[in-house]
């Protein structure tokens, strides 16, 4: 079964620093896509990062880069220079191929509430 | 271009009565899904729609939640002789192939439902 974790419930960040969430996958498909999604307090999910398992070097978009261990099965993600608007909750997701009996949907994370402190 | 729309974005109503959600996804994307987003569950998948295949309905929690999707467009999620378990926020999101992992799932703003 997929599975993805992370373990931190909640971070605060100093305003211009950098910060690095957590995010550990489990899943037996050879073929998968991994996804970090921004949940501001709106409630609107955010797409924000997508790392294919096949890629060979760690996907980056403006200010959030994500740090793909494949063998450790770990895709963190880098949000450098922190702003206040970053103040949300962040989740991990995951997606398998066909192989995997995937059946299309995304497999989330309990999700990681960031708070940027000024 | 215009991204995924919910309908509404608050709904409260009574326990025992059908409710019925909607989602407009963004245009051209022949992919669907539905989640549920709750305090003790976290993000669930509910259902899902491919074209004109028939829908993966492996996440839908009892028979009294069901989803059309007509026209390959619009959907509907009703849950009939609602609960107060079923409280959640009801997120739909769309995507423009369903080939595989490399897909991107757009979401909406979400349908906040409260059973009284």
């Known amino acids: 079964a997929q599975k993805i974790t992370q373990t931190q419930p909640g971070m605060f960040v100093q305003e211009k620093e950098a910060v690095t969430l957590d995010c550990t996958y489990d899943?037996?498909?050879?073929?998968?896509?991994l996804f970090w999604y921004k949940q501001p307090s709106s409630g609107e999910m955010i797409f924000l990062i997508y790392q294919g398992s096949y890629d060979q070097q760690n996907a980056t978009e403006g200010r959030y880069s994500l740090n793909f261990q494949k063998a450790r099965k770990s895709a963190n993600l880098v949000i450098s220079a922190s702003q206040l608007g970053d103040s949300a909750m962040y989740f991990c997701a995951m997606r398998g191929g066909a192989y995997g009996g995937s059946q299309g949907n995304l497999i989330f994370g309990k999700g990681t509430k960031l708070s940027v402190k000024p | 271009g215009a991204g995924v729309s919910q309908s509404p974005s608050n709904k409260v109503t009574e326990k025992g009565k059908d409710v019925e959600l909607r989602c407009d996804p963004i245009?051209?994307?022949?992919?669907l899904y539905w989640y549920r987003q709750s305090l003790g569950q976290g993000l669930e998948f509910l259902i899902y729609?491919?074209?004109?295949?028939?829908?993966?309905k492996s996440g839908l929690p009892s028979d009294r939640f069901s989803a059309e999707r007509t026209g390959g467009s619009v959907s509907t999620l009703t849950i009939q002789r609602t609960q107060q378990e079923d409280s959640a926020v009801y997120l739909c999101?769309?995507?423009?192939?369903?080939?595989?992992?490399?897909?991107?799932?757009?979401f909406g703003p979400g349908t906040r439902l409260t059973v009284l």
């Open positions: 245009s051209g994307h022949t992919a």
């Open positions: 899943t037996s498909d050879p073929s998968y896509g």
């Open positions: 999101a769309s995507s423009s192939t369903s080939g595989g992992f490399t897909d991107t799932q757009y």
């Open positions: 729609f491919q074209g004109n295949s028939a829908p993966d």
